[in-house]
C-alpha cells in the first residue's frame, strides 16, 4: 500500500487537516482514551464527506464501550449510524459522515 503513513498523535487533538480521510477504524482502543467524545469529534472533523469509521469493541476488555454509549457519543459528534455487526462477544458499528 502507498497511501497508509502511520504517525502518532493525541486522539484528543489530531494532527490531521479538516476531511482529509476516506476512512478511519478502531478497534478496542476507544475504551482506553480519557475524552471518547473528543476523540469521536476530531475523527468526524479528519473523514472526508462520504466517510466512514468503524468500531470494534469485544466483550472482556476490561475497557469495553458499550454500543448504545458508542452510538450516542458518534451521534454527538455528527456521525451517522449505519450499521452493527456481530453478536453477544462483540460488534463492529459504522458510522459515516456527511
Known amino acids: 500500500m502507498t497511501n497508509v503513513e502511520p504517525t502518532q498523535g493525541d486522539a484528543r487533538d489530531l494532527p490531521y487537516a479538516d476531511a482529509s480521510f476516506d476512512g478511519a477504524y478502531l478497534v478496542t482502543v476507544l475504551g482506553e482514551i480519557p475524552d471518547q467524545e473528543a476523540a469521536l469529534g476530531q475523527?468526524?472533523?479528519?473523514?472526508?464527506?462520504?466517510?466512514?469509521?468503524?468500531?470494534?469493541?469485544?466483550?472482556?476488555?476490561?475497557?469495553?464501550v458499550r454500543f448504545s454509549a458508542l452510538r450516542t457519543k458518534a451521534e454527538g459528534a455528527g456521525l451517522e449510524f449505519e450499521r452493527r455487526a456481530g453478536g453477544p462477544l462483540g460488534y463492529f458499528a459504522r458510522f459515516g459522515r456527511d
Do not use: F, N, W
Open 43 to 64: 475523527l468526524a472533523r479528519v473523514l472526508k464527506p462520504g466517510g466512514r469509521l468503524v468500531v470494534g469493541e469485544l466483550m472482556g476488555d476490561p475497557h469495553y
